[in-house]
């Protein structure tokens, strides 16, 4: 038993020897991965598809791993996702509407991972990517000819200017993430290192609630008719400041605070640098 024991404890003084403790930040950007249809652009001959992911964007990392040996090790990163613009709905008919409606992701996740060091450069990551919070920021500019102005007592060709944002948030989803990158020490305790990183994952969406919301109508010269026809204390109808999103509708179904879910997607492709501290080595 004592000599058990004694081979126990110098597997642990072995491991100890050569573990590793490090701290590491980068900035990155990556391109959509496994995109969908987003929305539609519309114009007076025809209509096409948006296609896209959330998961495009700026990524910012914050990462602390522990190797046990000189091969494998432990990570866990905290991640910030500043997503780019993606195209949800834009509308270009003159003289009857023109609406330009984009969504971006503002995100923030968190990615326990394994890591394994082929040689003393090269290394791979591999995991699992939580999305701890965030939302899908929608921002809509819609323009829209009025088709019976002179029940408002105005003139033809005026129109409504609508403003607005709202706010999309998401079931707690499960993806992927795997990454292969180079190293390289600069300095005593320092690395350096550039690494190509793929996520996959898709948000399932919760619930969302409009932030603000402004309507004014406008005379054909563009001068403003009425200020705040519509405002968030007072939406036109089809909006409410809250929306849920369930997985069943009835067909007789006239609450417009409750739609059907859909799933997002966040995949990614992207490229990181940074810099790695190692407190011991």
């Known amino acids: 038993m004592k000599k058990v024991a004694f081979i126990f404890i110098a597997l642990l003084i072995t491991n100890f020897a050569f573990a590793q403790l490090y701290v590491s930040g980068s900035a990155g950007y990556a391109i959509g991965s496994a995109e969908q249809k987003l ?32 091969t494998f090790g432990v990570d866990l990163g905290f991640s910030y996702l500043n997503g780019s613009d993606q195209t949800v709905t834009k509308v270009d008919i003159p003289g009857y509407r023109e609406t330009d409606a984009i969504a971006r992701a503002r995100a923030y996740g968190l990615s326990p991972s ?8 090269l290394y791979g990551r591999f995991g699992a990517l939580l999305k701890l ?8 500019s819609d323009v829209a000819v009025l088709e019976h102005p002179e029940q408002l007592g105005l003139p033809q060709g005026s129109y409504t200017e609508t ?21 390289y ?26 932030q603000s919301f402004n309507t004014d109508v406008k005379l054909p010269d563009g001068t403003t008719a009425v200020e705040g026809f519509y405002t968030i204390d007072n939406l036109p109808p089809g909006y409410a400041i809250t929306t849920e999103y369930v997985d069943e509708l009835p067909n007789n179904n006239t609450d417009v605070s409750k739609e059907l879910s859909q799933s997002v997607p966040y995949s990614s492709f992207g490229i990181n640098v940074g810099v790695t501290y190692h407190f011991g080595k």
Not at 40 to 62: F, K, P, R, V
């Open 39 to 70: 929305g539609e652009t519309i114009t007076a001959s025809s209509t096409e598809n948006s296609y896209g992911s959330y998961g495009e964007g700026s990524n910012y990392q914050l990462r602390v791993g522990y190797f046990f040996n000189d």
């Open 114 to 121: 394994i890591v394994y060091k082929f040689t003393d450069h």
């Open 133 to 140: 919070g965030g939302k899908t920021e929608a921002i809509v």
């Open 163 to 183: 403003d607005y944002v709202e706010d999309y948030h998401g079931h707690l989803p499960l993806g992927f993430v795997g990454a292969f990158g180079y190293k």
């Open 185 to 210: 020490d600069f300095a005593e305790n320092f690395s350096f290192f550039a690494e190509a990183e793929y996520m996959g994952i898709s948000v399932k969406r919760k619930d969302s609630e409009i």
